[in-house]
Structure formats: structure tokens, C-alpha cells
């Protein structure tokens, strides 16, 4: 890190492959498209690199990196013309085929309905809901991410996720008895 | 009972509730099992989106392609730095040139014609502090007017003076000598002034040489005249014989040249309407007055 801070290009082309697959992976999750996130992940680094004096040493890069993709994919779904390009169906995620504790719970169907249905979401929900559960940040760091104010943070990630139930509920018959849904 | 807390569920799920409400839904949940259960399935949304996988990955070239854009970002801000450094490089080169010329310009450059030779002076002053010059007459600083060595052949070409100016000048200069030729009638053919470009230094000298006799001969008195005489000569013999008897006293200012002089001259002079007469009479007269000075 302290050789990309000092201009380095090799040493930063290191990190964008460590941390490519996230930051692209927070983007596609975000604007659903994979030229679209291709080039949002593109962005990111480039604003990365050029930001890299204001980041500081010792803190972990892969948050910081995947907050700049997150701002310009929402920047990108709030457009006018995002949305008048959405594919929601392009791009929706596909449950993975590793083996898990929830694996056994959920079946293949759940996860292709819960896909769909994040993919419907607004950009600006999808986008907090993204923040909050893969990138786990709080609210105050997506409010700070994505420019917008703690308490739009909270609404937007509850509505987000009351669409998200309605969708997969009848799925979740059989997992309610397995999954533990204590706190 | 209290009213339902689906609103704060999500914010409850994520611990982001503050401690005052975050103590009224935990009230609220111990007796209510609808709220129970909608946050055991908000939990369970959570559960089930992380177990999506991202398959979509970046194209394998994403790392090149920053890389790529990174370096022709460089490249595009250089040129933004360049022109400072030229800029500076200029400044540096324009107030240091002309203090050079100024230093270098000797006392009496006044006196000489504008020309690109003090271009010449930053060079030469370079050459002056490589090797110093021993003590030398001022005069010797200065630049001989044609040659300036360290040079190339076209830039010492560009910067000779012009010299139509200055051979025009000295042709102006010396009008009043060629005059005084002309009046004493020196009899040498007095060719017109050549183009004042293609005259050459030799001929100025030449032209100062001449110009000294004929003050010279002016000052004898016919100084001219015998030259002139045998002009008309050629064609009078008698004239021919007076020139002669006049360039031999002249020559050796003895009595009986002078003598020989003046008889023929009387002899001459006798006859009416001769078409040298005047010419004849100068000649005796300046005799006389070189006889008289003689004594």
C-alpha cells in the first residue's frame, strides 16, 4: 500500500486484483449489469488511486475501495437514464453451489425468487441493502457513502427488506423450522 | 399490547436502533409473536441473499485496464508541467542574454554600425573567462568587424555588417577628396564610384592614397597639369614639348628646364586662340611660383 501511495502503478495494479472481485461484485449487486458494474469497478480504482493520499495507512483497503464502487453505481441507478435502461432481469444473482448450513435450509427456488426480487428493487434500496448486508457497513457509513442521511438509510433498507420477505416468504416455509430466526 | 414495530424491525435487526427504542421493541417482541416472527424472517431474508453468490466476475483484464488508464493519465498531465519548465527555462534565457551583450559591448561600440555580430557576445565572453586574455588595448577587445570565431560560417554571415551602409558612408566621407582631384586636374581617369556593395576594401585604400597626392599636388600649384597637357598633346606637339619641359623642372627644379619652359610657353602663347593657352599659363605661373619659393 505505502508503494501505491508513493506512485507505484505496479503495486496498485496488485490491489485492484485483490480486491476486484469485490468491488465489482458491490457494483453489479447495485446496477444489476455487467458492462455497467465492469465499468463502475473500472471507475472506483481509478478515483481510488487518484484518493490514495487521503487514505490511511493501516486501516483495511477493501471497505474503502468497495464504498467508492458503491457511491458510483448509486449514482449510476439514480440517473434517469439507469432507469430507463434497468434490465432488472439481466444480471439477478443465482444461489451458489456451495455446500452450507443454510444451503440444506433454502432450496434453489427460494434463492432464484429472492434474486428476482432484489433485482426489482429501487436502485436507491437495492443500493442500501447491498451496503448494509454484504458490505455490513452501518448506517451512518452508507448515509456517508451514498450521500444521503442516516434516517433515509434506515427507511429505505426497511422497506427494501419488507419486499424482499413478501417475495421469499412462501418460500420459507420449510427453512422457518430449521433456520434459527432467534436474535 | 402495544401497537406492532414492523417499521423498526430492520433498524432493530441491525442494532441501529437507539437504546430507548431498542428496549420498547424487545418489550414489545416477548409479547407479540406476529413481530416475532416477521423479524425471524427478515433474519432469514438476510441469511438467504448472502447465500447468493456474485458468479458474475470482472473481466480478467480489469487490473490491465486501470493500469492502462493510470499510465495515459500520466501521460496526459505532463504536458501540463511541461510548460512551467519551458516557461522558466525562457525567463532565465531572456534576462540573462541581454545583460551579456550589454557587458560585453565595448565603450566605442556606440560609434559602430547596429549589426547581429553582438549576438556574438555571450560566446565570446564564455571564451574570454575559459581562457583570460592578457592586459590588451581596449581596441583589441573588440570583435574584429568580420570574423567572430566559436561561430558557424551562416550565423557570422548573417551578422556582418552590411556593407553597402558603410561603403556608401565612406564614399561620402571622401567626396570632398575626390573632388580636389577632379579640380586639380589630375588627368587620371577618375572612374565613377563602383557599386558601393561590390566595392572591396583595397579600393578605399587605394582611394585614400590618391587622395593624399592630389592635396599634394593641389598644393604645388599644377600639380595636375602636366598629366593634363599631354592629354591635349597627343595632339599638339608643341603642347607636348611644353609638359615635357614642365614635369623635367618639376622633377629636378634646375634653371635651364625652367628656361626651356618658359620660352616655349612664349612661343605658344604667341600665337591667338590656342586651344591650350590657359593650361599653359597655369603651368607658368606655377613655375614661377615654385622659383620663387625656391629662393
Redesign the interface.
Known sequence: MAKAQGGN?SA??EL??RY??R???VA??IVRR?DV??DV??EA??RG?QALDRFELGRPFGPWIARISANLAFNHVRSPRAREQELPQE?G??????E?P??TL?DRE??AV??EA?AGLPGEQRAV?TL???EEL??QEIAETLGISAGTV?SR??RA??K??TA??PY?GR??GK?S??? | MTAHV??????F??E?LPDADRADVDLHLESCPEC????????????????????????PD??????A???K?REASRPRSTPWWWAAAAAVVLSVVPWMIVREAPPSESSRPVTGEKAAAPEKDAAKQAAPAPAAPKVQLAPPPQTRKGLSPSFNRAAKPAPVARDAKKRTDMAPIDGALEDAGSGEAFSPPAPAAAAPEPREEQKAERSDTGRVRAQAGFAGAPAASRRQGAQDPELAAIDAAAEAYQRGRRPEDLRRLRALADEYLRAPERAGAAHVRELLAAAGAEESRGR
Not at chain 1, 93 to 98: K, V
Not at chain 2, 6 to 11: D, F, I, P, Q, V
Open positions: 502503478l496498485y495494479e485492484v486484483r476486484q472481485r468491488v465489482y461484485a453489479v449487486r455487467h458494474a465492469e469497478a473500472q480504482f481509478l488511486y444480471h444473482e443465482m444461489p451458489s453451489g456451495q452450507g443454510l444451503e433454502l427460494a434463492s429472492l434474486s432484489l441493502f448494509r448486508v454484504f452501518s448506517y434506515m433498507l426497511s427488506r419488507e424482499l420477505r421469499v416468504v420459507l427453512a422457518k433456520a430466526v432467534s436474535r | 414492523y417499521e423498526r424491525l430492520s433498524a435487526l441491525d441501529e416475532a416472527q416477521r423479524l425471524a424472517e427478515l433474519r432469514a431474508v438476510d441469511a438467504l441473499a448472502l447465500t447468493l453468490s456474485g458468479d458474475a466476475e470482472p473481466g480489469l487490473s490491465a485496464r486501470v493500469r488508464r493510470l499510465e493519465s
